[in-house]
RNA sequence: GGUGACGUGGCGGAAUGGUUACGCAGCGGAUUGCAAAUCCGUCUAUCCCGGUUCGAUUCCGGGCGUCACCUCCA
């Protein structure tokens, strides 16, 4: 019952002890709402749903507040809407929506509190003015900078050198910057952009203010666990603690930092140039979410993560495994398996905790006494599988693919009574004629039953 | 140029200073009218070179290779 996590910013793993054991606080960064989650977009809310999940059983639903942000404003927003020609509130809740069903579909659950930017203007207007009343930020020329050279700190998280990162970055320095790394917090809109009325004129937030204001207003000062993708270390979460220790005080915000590993596709990093961009919603065309989601799990969440067609396909696979023992099985936290649940208390061991589950799958085969019951509760519970019956499961087909089960039944009673009157050849000619549309029968002790593959 | 991650069997992917991870795929067998599912069995691995050690895939050093980040991409 001892969790250990990987803390990011002392590098190691250590012992999670929360700052108020009667409420676990947590924070992932949210999407920004412009388009489709990409599967990148997926792996932290999968990852960090696991986390919400095992907090949850440790120390009680009730217990833990998990809170992960709409960022709701953004320049890609506004040219998003200024292409479409639409306001952004319309880009912003279409893509929300999607965003909300796509994660449900990988069966990751809400967070308890999903915050959004716009609604916390007035907190980071607050915030601002604060950083500039403790000399860490300026006003100039409209803008509001948050003075880098004023937080010593600044890069330990990150383990970033400021001095060594300016030899060959490529940064275009505004000439109403301070120092070269000052970076913004408050900028001016035109008419035609989105913008808020504030005290340094009409105007909209930098990228990183409205992390460090809605954990604040929902978390406080000071809070347990922070998370969120790898390539937000820096400059995200590096501004978010500069911005929030140098407003509310040195040794305030997160106590621990996790970070989840960049996500690949076919070995190459995804990105719409090289033709491997894949969003939830696509893949979701393809195969089912909780493939989607075990195929995510089944590497360690601080690797990389390589996302191919196979990886899905071997998912499935092992789903169909675990279906067929599951299927009605009752089970309730009491029955989790002390494997599982011991692998995910060492820092989300993902993979191993799988490995665990095969191990059950297997002796639940072998009719082990309380492995179906573990397999289920363990799956349902911790990883967030198995919310489909098995015939949902082995009747999925691709949205807008409807298969005509009162058909396929028809067929299969022939097929039964051509092999009661031991007509193997015309049973046989039943079952490949299934097959070649995609369905595959199974004789079982319990009567015939039959699974779409692709 | 700076920083970081990583190199395990056909593929995916853990762990570990010394004893088969696990899965997918393959192969052999059982079962089945034949299949499917399941069961039993089975093949294949720790990038290279040094060092420490009784012993290294694991620790240290060097090399090679892959990937990523360095201001708005989770």
New binding site residues.
Partial sequence: MTLRIYNSRT?EKQDFTPLDPGQVRMYV?G??VYDYAHI??A??VVVFDVLARLLRLEFGAKHVTYVRNITDV???INARARAEGVPISEITARTTAQFHADMAALNALPPDIEPRATAHIAQMIAMIETLIARGHAYAADGHVLFHVPSMPEYGRLS???PK??L?????EVAPYKRD??D??LWKPSDAATPGWDSPWGYGRP??HIECSAMSFAHLGASFDIHG??I??I???HENEVAQSTCANGAGTFARYWMH?????VD????SKSEGNFRTVHELLAKAPGEALRLQML???YR????W?Q??T??AK??L??WY?LVDGVKAEAADIAAGVRAALEDDL?T??A??EM??L??AA??GAPGAAKALRASGEILLGLFALTAEQWFHWRPPGQKLDETEIQEQIDLRIAA?KARN?AE??RI?DALASRGI?????PGGTTWKAVS
Wanted: charged share 30%.
């Fill in positions: 590098r960064c999407p920004t990148g977009n792996r932290p953004d320049d890609k383990g970033r050198d060594e990162m030899a060959g970055a490529r940064v070269e790394m970076f913004v930098g990228w969120g993708g390539d937000l820096f400059p995200h989840n590993g960049y996500l690949m070995g190459r990093k995804m089944t590497t360690h690797q990389p993560f390589d191919t196979t990886g396909q071997e696979t092992v169909d495994a067929r061991n993979p191993l799988i490995a095969h191990r799958a297997h085969n072998q092999r193997f049973a046989d079952r595959q029968l199974e004789d079982g």
